[in-house]
């Protein structure tokens, strides 16, 4: 069955930087985008960023864009995000979902909490 | 500024019918926006549940459905149970800036 396991969350000190990772399995990696999708506490979803299944066309929203990057490594059916410069608004729940012929969203992760704080 | 609104809060009874709007500043809500619709519950992860706007997926029960009526995304659940008590986001792409966004959710209480 498909899997989707976030991890690399944590506390860290705003300004630092830290890297999550989302494991795939029970599918072809390489032949889905991903995306990353973030929910701050109490507050709804918000859409981070997207990356084909290529790995070659990156989107990012507005308020992310220029601090974190997406990436992947298909061969070991690994999505990543790299968050950088970290603020207390980033603080917040990270998932990662796939998405099947570019508009088709289905699984999603466990979702895993990061928070700034110092 | 793109926003994507969604009603903040609505109640339906056990075995009613309600509708879920989902509209874009940017103007009318079209099959080009390919709106998703998804399914969140406390301490959960959400769940697709709609997407390309009437594609329901395996697991969505035949009481939810999706359509674009008069310029909005719109989601429909017919039958409501208890158990559909949760929080429904919308999620619109914006084909010129390539972005997608979220509407800000709409609570769902079955009372």
């Known amino acids: 069955q498909v899997q989707l396991v976030v991890s690399g969350g944590g506390v860290v000190q705003p300004g630092r930087s830290l890297r999550l990772s989302c494991a795939g399995s029970g599918f072809t990696f390489s032949g889905y985008a991903m995306h990353w999708v973030r929910q701050a506490p109490g507050k709804g979803l918000e859409w981070v960023a997207v990356i084909s299944s290529d790995g070659i066309h990156k989107y990012y929203a507005n308020s992310v864009k220029g601090r974190f990057a997406i990436s992947r490594d298909n061969s070991k059916s690994t999505l990543y995000l790299q968050v950088n410069s970290l603020r207390a608004e980033d603080t917040a729940v990270y998932y990662c979902?796939?998405?099947?012929?570019?508009?088709?969203?289905?699984?999603w992760g466990q979702g895993a909490l990061v928070t700034a704080s110092s | 500024q793109t926003v994507v609104t969604q009603e903040p809060s609505l109640t339906v009874s056990p075995g009613g019918t309600v509708t879920l709007t989902c509209t874009a500043n940017t103007g009318a809500v079209s099959s080009n926006y390919y709106p998703s619709w998804f399914q969140q519950k406390p301490g959960q992860a959400p769940r697709s549940l709609i997407y390309?706007?009437?594609n329901k997926h395996s697991w969505t029960p035949a009481r939810f459905s999706g359509s674009l009526l008069g310029g909005k995304a719109v989601l429909t659940l017919s039958g409501v149970q208890p158990d559909d008590e949760a929080v429904y986001y919308c999620l619109l792409f914006f084909d010129g800036a390539q972005l997608w966004l979220f509407g800000g959710g709409t609570r769902l209480t079955v009372l």
């Open positions: 979902l796939r998405v099947d012929d570019t508009t088709h969203f289905d699984y």
């Open positions: 390309g706007a009437t």
